[in-house]
């Protein structure tokens, strides 16, 4: 089981912050940083200093660590035309030595994109546009050098594209796809991911998704033992019973909530928390970390969490 740490700076944070624990989790040993992108506060929090573009953070952060591979879950298919995100994945994969990962969704937050002025579509034709962005990045990356690119899709049309630049991992970066949908989410996922993502689910549900996400494989033809499976979950654990329910207080979070919906509690029941997600098939779990100052949180999980799973 391979842990990573998940931040959401919509909630407020600065860049300095989004490196300081970016750096912390490379120290500890994490597998990798991930971060949200989004462009609007969720929740009773002042979001200050304001939202931050994730992949000019991400960009930052390629040459401000060294080892440690960068990510988003998830880039919202409503916010950018794919081509032009092509490049910027494939310039910050460039930048960061080949440690970029793209994760990439349909979009939900309907007030992020009314605040933004960004067109927010029905939630199919949201699915519509996702399903053509991952045809057209996966088709520009894979595209040879000296080549073109030409797409003819009902919502983005390339004509003659040099399909550059290309990234440094080859054939591309992995790509994440996730959530809870029941038919079109396992279907695009057995298609075009190389991970799939199931984010602040019980273990139940879990496993009824990756059930789903698994036939759908065996029914595109792919061996579902090579989509890697992982969660997301919110992180709460302390040394002592009044250590959880310091930092349950500090993101505004009760701590028997936690215990039911997040990894919550000392190491050894966050250890045994993950053992159940790991039955499921999950392979990553992706630690939703919403108090950025508690770097000692992060090292706490590394030295007495990490080493039992």
């Not at 993950?274 to 970390?289: P, S």
Request: with cysteine; charged share 20%; net charge negative.
């Amino acid at each position: 089981m391979e842990l990573r740490i998940f931040t959401e700076p919509q909630q407020g944070a600065s860049y300095d912050q989004l490196l300081a624990v970016a750096r912390c989790a490379e120290d500890a040993g994490y597998g990798a940083f991930f971060r949200s992108d989004h462009y609007l506060k969720m929740g009773e929090v002042s979001g200050l200093p304001g939202p931050t573009d994730a992949w000019t953070t991400l960009a930052g952060l390629a040459r401000d660590t060294s080892r440690i591979r960068l990510g988003t879950l998830m880039t919202a298919a409503t916010f950018r035309h794919p081509g032009p995100l092509a490049i910027s994945v494939a310039q910050v994969d460039a930048m960061s030595g080949g440690r970029v990962e793209l994760g990439l969704g349909a979009g939900w937050f309907a007030e992020e994109h009314e605040a933004y002025g960004i067109p927010f579509p029905p939630v199919g034709e949201r699915f519509d546009l996702l399903g053509e962005q991952l045809q057209i990045i996966t088709g520009l990356w894979r595209t040879p050098v000296g080549g073109s690119f030409d797409f003819h899709g009902s919502h983005y049309t390339l004509t003659r594209s040099p399909a550059l630049p290309k990234p440094v991992q080859s054939p591309h970066p992995p790509i994440l796809l996730g959530g809870g949908g029941k038919r079109r989410t396992p279907v695009l996922a057995a298609r075009f991911a190389d991970e799939f993502n199931m984010p602040f689910a019980s273990v139940a549900d879990t496993e009824t998704q990756f059930g789903r996400v698994r036939q759908a494989c065996e029914r595109a033809g792919r061996d579902p033992g090579t989509l890697r499976l992982s969660n997301a979950l919110v992180l709460c654990c302390g040394r002592t019973d009044a250590e959880v329910r310091r930092r349950a207080a500090a993101i505004g979070r009760e701590e028997d909530e936690l215990r039911t919906n997040g990894l919550a509690g000392s190491p050894a029941e966050v250890v045994e928390k993950i053992g159940r997600y790991a039955e499921t098939g999950a392979q990553r779990v992706y630690l939703q970390i919403l108090d950025l100052t508690d770097l000692d949180h992060l090292e706490l999980v590394a030295a007495q969490v990490a080493p039992q799973v």
